[in-house]
């Protein structure tokens, strides 16, 4: 158990539906990253917050945001979902960005 | 980011030790060495990250290069549950950023 939370494990939606994933970070860590991986994709990077704060964005759609709040807890929105949206979300943690980081379990999206 | 280069893939037997290589020309003087790995349907999974001198855990060890141009993980016993794949990362000290860059790793194959 990394002590990264995510929910829901599984999620199974329309196109063209919006969702929200969840993610508790480990007690303590004030840095929670997001990843998106496909089937026929590697682990792609999609945004990095810092107590709060938006730090850094990688390959995120317009149709994605995310948020950190003052708990330290983190949502990724994803909206107009596309079939090409299927894929597992990873959330991970750590306390400071140079420092070891650690992962949740994922959720697993898939769009119909 | 700077880039690493590993194999594809390796296999090992059972309780053998298992050495995975990795190529970082281009790192630069405080660039941290780290390992995680995925196993299949989870998040990945931190292993462990040095910067000079050779580092131990419970989960394996990480010999450096006195160039620091190449690293070698070592798993002192492959066991079944670590057939994964194995990914080399470099982080910054100090970098704001801290987003980990997962190229296609190597994927190793334990044979029982």
């Known amino acids: 158990d990394s002590g990264v939370t995510q929910t829901p494990k599984h999620l199974i939606t329309a196109t063209g539906q919006r969702v929200t994933l969840r993610c508790s970070p480990r007690?303590?860590?004030?840095?929670v990253y997001w990843y998106q991986q496909s089937l026929d994709q590697g682990l792609q990077f999609l945004i990095q917050?810092?107590?709060?704060?938006?730090?850094a964005k990688g390959n995120i759609l317009e149709r994605f945001s995310a948020q950190q709040f003052p708990d330290l807890h983190s949502e990724l929105n994803l909206s107009s979902l596309e079939l090409g949206d299927s894929a597992l979300y990873f959330c991970?943690?750590?306390?400071?960005?140079?420092?070891?980081?650690?992962f949740g379990q994922g959720t697993r999206l898939t769009v119909v | 980011d700077a880039k690493t280069t590993q194999p594809n893939s390796m296999e090992s037997n059972e309780e053998e030790p298992v050495h995975l290589p990795c190529n970082h020309s281009?790192?630069?003087?405080?660039?941290?060495i780290h390992w995680y790995r995925q196993l299949p349907s989870q998040g990945p999974e931190y292993v462990i990250h040095?910067?000079?001198s050779n580092v131990n855990n419970r989960m394996a060890s990480l010999a450096i290069a006195e160039d620091r141009k190449s690293s070698t993980l070592i798993l002192h016993r492959a066991t079944l549950r670590d057939a994964a794949v194995y990914y080399c990362?470099?982080?910054?000290?100090?970098?704001?950023?801290?987003?980990?860059?997962f190229g296609r790793g190597t994927q190793l194959t334990v044979w029982p």
């Open positions: 991970a943690s750590s306390v400071e960005p140079y420092t070891e980081a650690f």
């Open positions: 007690s303590g860590d004030l840095s």
């Open positions: 917050y810092y107590n709060g704060e938006e730090r």
């Open positions: 281009t790192i630069s003087g405080t660039d941290y």
């Open positions: 040095g910067l000079t």
């Open positions: 990362i470099l982080r910054g000290r100090g970098s704001t950023l801290g987003r980990l860059y």
